[in-house]
């Protein structure tokens, strides 16, 4: 079946330095998607991207989608201790049906420590 | 507008016991998720419902079940409780169906089995 790897699983950083996470597949994607779940919480929809080599951004963080469909990357400039957290990648294989249909599967995410 | 909500936040249940988790999604999502979220696991894809049937379910044994009711809420049966099956189980709706459409999550339930 599909698999979603993600690397490093844990990233300790100081506050102020850059921090990317890396997410593969096994598969092609029809689309990827990152969420963030801070300690003791759930995770929270950070962003979609759709296309071939789409990159977009939201403030500090900019997200990466891979020509092949088949890896992204969340990269974060200058870290805040309110970057800490857990961050997944999660994507459906593309033309999803029969045992993949609407199935959601997720990295198993990279633990983010920033140290003030 | 009101987030999706889970009940209990937690459940302490003996090993071959049963639980019932609950949720309610966000008002106008018809597909549920439930997922699995063991410590150092990732997030597990257990069920999706939507439209009140099961349309697909993720590697889990047969005494991990549940319901889509009318009205969309949902409700997740684990029978013969393990003591493996200690985990936050997640509450997810989604707007559309199908394929990766982004998902809203509860705040779940904490199952821990004794």
């Known amino acids: 079946g599909q698999q979603v790897m993600q690397i490093p699983q844990y990233q300790h950083v100081q506050e102020g330095e850059d921090f990317t996470t890396y997410c593969n597949s096994s598969t092609t994607l029809s689309n990827i998607q990152w969420y963030k779940q801070r300690p003791g919480g759930h995770p929270v929809f950070l962003i979609q991207?759709?296309?071939?080599?789409e990159v977009k951004k939201q403030k500090r963080l900019t997200f990466q989608f891979g020509e092949a469909k088949k890896n992204s990357s969340l990269h974060i400039t200058a870290t805040q201790t309110t970057d800490v957290g857990t961050y997944f990648c999660a994507g459906p294989p593309s033309g999803a049906g029969g045992t993949s249909y609407g199935k959601l599967t997720f990295g198993q995410g990279t633990i983010l420590t920033v140290h003030p | 507008e009101a987030g999706v909500t889970q009940s209990p936040t937690h459940l302490i249940k003996t090993r071959g016991q049963q639980a019932t988790l609950r949720c309610s999604p966000i008002?106008?999502?018809?597909?549920v998720y439930w997922y699995q979220q063991a410590l150092g696991l990732g997030l597990q894809f257990l069920l999706w419902?939507?439209?009140?049937?099961?349309?697909n379910r993720g590697n889990f044994p047969p005494r991990f079940s549940g319901r889509q009711f009318p009205n969309y809420s949902s409700e997740l049966n684990v029978n013969a409780l393990e003591l493996e099956d200690s985990a936050l189980y997640l509450c997810?709706?989604?707007?559309?169906?199908?394929?990766?459409?982004?998902?809203?999550f509860g705040n779940g339930t904490r199952l821990t089995v004794t």
């Open positions: 997810a709706s989604s707007l559309a169906t199908g394929i990766g459409s982004p998902l809203h």
């Open positions: 008002s106008g999502h018809t597909s």
């Open positions: 991207l759709v296309k071939s080599g």
């Open positions: 419902y939507d439209e009140g049937e099961e349309r």
